[in-house]
């Protein structure tokens, strides 16, 4: 027991040595302030060797919380700030297909067209509106683990869940009727609409990048449904509470970026 | 004269000694920084090696102009070497109104060129000394480059669309041609040589066994594709009148214009659909998969010769449109 | 002289029993570990793996090009071991080399921290690493791929019928682990700092390495994409990148490049964070101008998204972009050059120990040197009209990519070695090997440059008679190159059982990663430093550490 108190002291010291040293400029006080660094850490280590002190020791953790960081309010900055550059991340790998989807709109204007002319735009406002519910729903359910709402947050969770499914299934939809139409890019392509064959090679393109982009959307919605269905098992088993809610809201980060993608591949692929 | 170990390449065209002397004023200026960080490195590491007096290094506040003259000073020189460079840049790429013209076709694994006069050659290339030569070069397949070491020129060869490139050799003699892209197994082998000749002796090579001039063979095709009957030299043919059409700003049916070069028409031939004239009816087959690289540049050289005067358009910007207009709509 | 009078001072913990190292035992204590040093470690046998089988490409490329025909390899072979040689050593080597090995052991550790944020995602990095790996291997068992690692359209495409798809595939995973380590480092770096840890109080390493993750996190996802769209065009035979069906080819190159330019600062800014610390360690000194090193750091980072295309001058980009692509490409010069001379600086007056970091610190300089300075000759569009794509540009790369970054890879391992595994490496057997490839690197690669302007293109299998001398200069560099590239792996080898302890703290250095002991405990630290001195405070640390001997 004595050995603990001496570490905390130790702690206590450097926290103090913390707070001289903004007070101080670190040119003046820096020798100083080496020493009693040097000296708080050898006296520490020497009675570090005869104990192990874990983490754990110094008050009761969360059980959430993970070991490496010093509180939870620590572990939620990191996360949340994780979620954001991993949308940065997904920016750019988005950014990069519509780069080339700029170029090529450019260069085949009049196949654009006939191919964002085909497409059903009612469908695709309609799963706009799904998906824009889907985010207030995420948006909900992100409120209501943060004010511990156990049942509310697990239909919350599910309600978004369910939307984010009726929008898979109705680009399953789409994509089959494409399909069936020839209009999967590749070998077997017909696209006989105008009936002028110089737009084919444009309208391949343009439903190249459809299916790419529409593609890589659908695959960040189911891996957003797989994490969804986690989310829903662990607020089920009421881990979430006002102290600890970030993968709800680290979850809501990611929801709302996908839904954001699909809000300009929606105008950029149906209507222009 | 080359020796057996060069370590400098011969300089054979005019832009040539520009490329060098920005080279060897590169090798002057980064050699002596380089030298100067050098010796600078070893004699500290040297003369303040750790000896037990110096164990404690001396603390130097570092003064802020240093800092700033090893900042500014540079960014100038870097500009200035932007500059230099830019300036040779322009004058690689400004070709010389009076330039020979001369077609250059790259394939796995070989260079094809084609003169005016209508001689072909693989992999060699004769040229007369001190005269301007345009390349224009188009691939059948991947992406080649086109290099030539001692005229210090080079520019990639892309599929499906030309490009050019000029020099004017100063030496006669025979310098090697590399391919710089590499262009798959064969590509250490797409090599050949450019033989620089005196005029009086280019004419002479020109003189033997070609069958008749690029323009000539390329009136033939013209026949054989069947284009002059839609193409034909009055306001009434379905197409829009080649002659003098070459370099010219045609309007487009979406109103937008398009200058009349060898991208435009190579386009208009394999796919005429893309950029129709203005009071044309989009109603030409396309000719993609008939018409061979090689016959497309007879091609382009016949409506480059077509001469202008002719026919009785006289706006030529206008090129055949709104004389067709007003004959009939259908036309292309 | 080496073990100097600080020497061996265990002035801040005495030495433990137990470590990161005898923590656990099995095979499945390091698969499933999400300890920051072990993957560290994992990172590090699995690069220089990596990096000997590139250098066997390396070297039967040079054994080739020992005669002007092609009579070693048929010229299939050689463009396959070219290809192979490019990839493994640009996606399995160099980028993961220092941030994923060396920055993953000592980045939490100079921060004062208990790991990365994401020690799970760390691990899934290693993971994603080796499953791309695993695709570049089988690649090399079934047959090879002829590409170039730039997997130039419409050839990697239409044209190609080698394993264009495996290796794509291949490099876009491993794309994701460089992914999530960037993310991962930049999280630690803003989150996890010690207390008193400010942002100008981080030793130069973590400014690099924050530099190098920000690329990492915003060129990679570009690269991705692109391989996508290849391996999209190649399986289904749409034509994205094909001219044949209505694509542009040079559209792929710059997407291509938008990645793979800022890749060369993925590569090189991890190098110049080693070389920062080994400077201040080796000369006592606080670095030169830290805080103009610090954002010529981020400079670079930024700056080098807006070079790509110099990569096309002769490409068929207009001559107004490449202008303003020429001019950028001269910005991007200016921290380089205030780095070099910065760290210059540092051994001024200063207390310059002749270890074996040091030694390849005034290399790296050297060489770096002239890597960035023929970087000027590239970027000034006139004279790369003639020197692009030929041995030039090679002997350039070449001079960042091994000049610098293995140079600093090298300095990295030689200077934490005694943290990581707690052993002194051979001091002799170190500075010979440092010697043997300072000398060999020079052999190989210098004549490549004179070869490159007299006009011998890259990637030639077979080649003009003229160029000879040089080529054979060349290769016999190369085997003085692979002599002191072979050397350490026995002297450090040999070192883990029988080299000198080395205590916490063997070179008398500050940073947070020489106050825990070596090799570090699991939490790395028994107690969260807080630290209250700027990086490279030497002059008071070592007369407080004095004091302590006396005490």
Same mark, same amino acid.
Not at chain 1, 235 to 242: I, R, T
Not at chain 2, 74 to 103: E, K, M, T
Not at chain 3, 340 to 366: C, D, E, H, K
């Given at each position: ?55 754990? *020791? ?28 991993? %949308?940065?991340?997904?920016?750019? #790998? ?179 | ?18 490329? *060098? ?71 690689? =790429? ?86 710089? /892209? ?15 000749? /005196?005029?009086?002796?280019? $004419? ?55 200058? +009349? ?8 031939? %394999? ?21 061979? /690289? ?31 207009? $007003? ?6 | ?21 005898? /923590? ?6 390091? %698969? ?38 092609? *009579? ?130 981080? !030793? ?16 990679? !996802? ?58 201040? +360690? ?59 001379? =910065? ?11 002749? $270890? ?119 290769? +016999? ?28 703290? !063997? ?33 008071? #640390? ?10």
């Amino acid at each position: 027991m004595s050995e603990r108190q001496g570490v905390e002291m130790q702690n206590a010291e450097c926290k103090m040595q913390k707070e001289i040293l903004h007070s101080a400029s670190p040119d003046v006080a820096g020798p100083f302030l080496h020493f009693a660094f040097c000296i708080c850490f050898s006296a520490a280590g020497a009675e570090m060797t005869a104990i192990e002190p874990t983490h754990e *020791d110094h008050h009761a953790p969360h059980p959430f919380l993970q070991h490496h960081f010093e509180d939870l309010g620590q572990q939620h900055e990191a996360s949340t700030l994780g979620m954001w550059m991993f %949308l940065a991340t997904e920016i750019l #790998f988005f950014g990069g297909v519509l780069c080339a989807y700029f170029v090529y709109r450019g260069m085949y204007h009049d196949a654009w067209k006939a191919g964002s002319h085909h497409q059903n735009w009612m469908i695709g406002t309609g799963n706009t509106a799904v998906l824009i519910g889907s985010s207030l729903t995420m948006a909900l359910a992100v409120w209501a683990a943060q004010l511990g709402r156990r049942k509310l947050t697990v239909i919350m969770l599910t309600l978004t869940l369910i939307l984010g499914s009726v929008f898979l299934g109705v680009k399953m939809y789409e994509y089959s009727e494409h399909i069936h139409e020839g209009l999967f890019p590749g070998k077997h392509f017909t696209f006989v609409e105008h009936n002028n064959p110089a737009l084919t090679p444009g309208v391949q393109l343009y439903m190249t990048f459809y299916f790419a982009l529409t593609g890589l959307h659908a695959l960040h919605m189911v891996i957003g449904a797989g994490l969804l269905i986690w989310m829903i098992w662990r607020a089920w088993a009421g881990h979430f509470g006002p102290e600890y809610y970030g993968p709800v809201e680290v979850m809501g980060l990611y929801w709302h970026f996908v839904d954001i993608v699909w809000i300009f591949l929606f105008p950029l692929l149906y209507l222009v | 004269m080359r020796s057996d170990f060069p370590l400098f390449p011969e300089q054979a065209s005019t832009v040539a000694p520009y490329v *060098d002397a920005l080279y060897l004023f590169l090798v002057g200026i980064t050699g002596l920084v380089s030298l100067l960080i050098w010796i600078a490195v070893f004699y500290f590491a040297i003369k303040y090696r750790r000896r037990p007096e110096n164990e404690l290094a001396e603390e130097i506040e570092p003064p802020q102009m240093l800092e700033i003259a090893w900042t500014v000073i540079p960014a100038i020189i870097f500009v200035g070497i932007f500059v230099a460079g830019a300036w040779v840049y322009f004058h690689i =790429n400004r070709v010389p109104d009076d330039a020979l013209d001369i077609y250059a076709t790259g394939r796995q694994w070989m260079w094809k060129f084609q003169h005016p006069s209508g001689q072909r050659e693989i992999n060699t290339l004769h040229v007369p000394v001190n005269r301007p030569i345009r390349i224009t070069m188009a691939s059948e397949d991947v992406i080649h480059s086109l290099w030539f070491p001692v005229f210090r020129v080079k520019a990639d060869v892309l599929p499906n669309r030309y490009r050019t490139m000029w020099f004017e050799a100063t030496k006669t003699g025979r310098f090697h041609i590399f391919c710089a /892209e590499y262009c798959g197994t064969q590509h250490s082998g797409m090599i050949g040589w450019v033989e620089v000749m /005196e005029p009086t002796a280019y $004419q002479r090579w020109l003189a033997g066994g070609a069958e008749g001039s690029l323009a000539s063979q390329g009136e033939k095709l013209f026949q054989k594709y069947a284009c002059h009957t839609c193409h034909t030299n009055e306001a009434t043919g379905r197409g829009p009148i080649l002659a003098g059409l070459y370099g010219k700003q045609i309007q487009l049916t979406n109103n937008s214009r398009v200058l +009349a070069d060898d991208n435009y028409l190579r386009e208009s031939i %394999l796919n005429p659909q893309a950029k129709i004239a203005a009071g044309f009816q989009p109603i030409m087959p396309t000719f993609q998969g008939q018409v061979n /690289e090689e016959e497309l540049i007879k091609l382009l050289a016949y409506i480059r010769s077509m001469p202008a005067a002719a026919p009785v358009v006289a706006p030529p910007t206008a090129s055949a449109g709104p004389a067709a207009t $007003q004959n009939k709509g259908t036309v292309q | 002289m080496t073990p100097s009078t600080l020497h061996d001072v265990r002035f801040i913990e005495p030495e433990k029993t137990r470590n990161y190292l005898n /923590e656990d035992y099995g095979v499945f204590s390091w %698969l499933l570990t999400k300890d920051h040093k072990r993957i560290g470690i994992l990172y590090l046998l699995s690069v220089t793996l990596l990096f000997f089988v590139g250098g066997f490409f390396a070297f039967m490329l040079r054994l080739e090009l020992l005669t002007p025909e092609g *009579d070693l390899l048929t010229s299939d072979t050689y463009n396959k071991f070219f290809t192979l040689h490019g990839i493994v050593m640009i996606f399995f080597f160099l980028i993961p080399a220092i941030p994923a090995a060396l920055g993953n052991f000592i980045l939490p550790l100079m921060l004062g921290a208990k790991d990365l944020a994401f020690p799970k995602i760390n691990l899934l990095s290693w993971y994603i690493y080796m499953t791309g790996a695993i695709f570049g291997i089988y690649v090399i068992v079934t047959g090879g791929v002829d590409t170039g690692w730039t997997f130039y359209t419409p050839f990697s495409t239409q044209y190609s019928n080698t394993h264009v798809f495996a290796t794509t595939l291949g490099a876009f995973i491993t794309g994701f682990s460089s992914i999530l380590t960037g993310l991962n480092f930049i999280v630690t770096i803003h989150r996890m700092r010690a207390p008193g840890l400010t942002w100008f109080r981080l !030793p130069l390493f973590v400014w690099s390495m924050y530099a190098t993750s920000l690329v990492m996190l915003l060129a990679t !996802p570009v690269l991705a994409i692109t391989l996508f769209l290849l391996m999209l065009e190649r399986t289904l035979g749409v034509g994205i990148f094909d001219p044949a069906l209505g694509g542009d080819p040079v559209l792929y190159q710059h997407l291509f490049w938008f990645y793979s330019h800022p890749a060369v600062y993925i590569m090189i800014l991890p190098a110049m964070a080693v070389i920062s610390e080994c400077v201040a +360690a080796f000369t006592r000194k606080k670095i030169f101008g830290y805080k103009f090193v610090a954002f010529a750091s981020l400079a670079i980072a930024f700056l080098g998204f807006l070079v790509w295309a110099h990569h096309m001058f002769v490409a068929g980009i207009s001559v107004y972009s490449a202008m303003i692509f020429s001019f950028l490409t001269m910005l991007v010069a200016v921290p380089s050059a205030i780095k070099v001379f =910065n760290w210059t600086a540092t051994m001024y007056r200063a207390s310059v120990s002749w $270890q074996t970091p040091m030694l390849y610190v005034m290399g790296f300089i050297g060489l770096f040197t002239i890597g960035g300075v023929t970087g000027l000759f590239l970027g000034a569009m006139g004279v790369d009209v003639h020197v692009h794509d030929s041995y030039f540009v090679v002997a350039h790369f070449h001079y960042i990519m091994v000049g610098g970054t293995v140079m600093g890879y090298l300095a990295g391992i030689h200077y934490w070695w005694p943290k990581i595994t707690g052993r002194m490496y051979p001091e002799w057997w170190a500075r010979l090997s440092a010697l043997l490839i300072f000398v060999g690197f020079n052999l190989t690669f210098f004549p490549q440059f004179l070869v490159g302007y007299v006009g011998m293109p890259r990637r030639y299998h077979a080649y003009a008679p003229e160029f000879q001398v040089l080529n054979v200069l060349s290769t +016999a560099g190369a085997t003085v190159l692979a002599a002191g590239y072979i050397l350490p792996m026995f002297y450090l080898f040999w070192s883990l059982w029988y080299g000198r302890k080395a205590g916490s703290n !063997p070179w008398g250095a500050v940073g947070l990663e020489w106050a825990t002991s070596s090799p570090p405990p699991k939490e790395n630290f028994h107690v969260t430093p807080v630290v209250t001195w700027d990086a490279y405070d030497y002059p008071a #640390f070592l007369k407080a550490m004095r004091e302590t001997q006396n005490v």
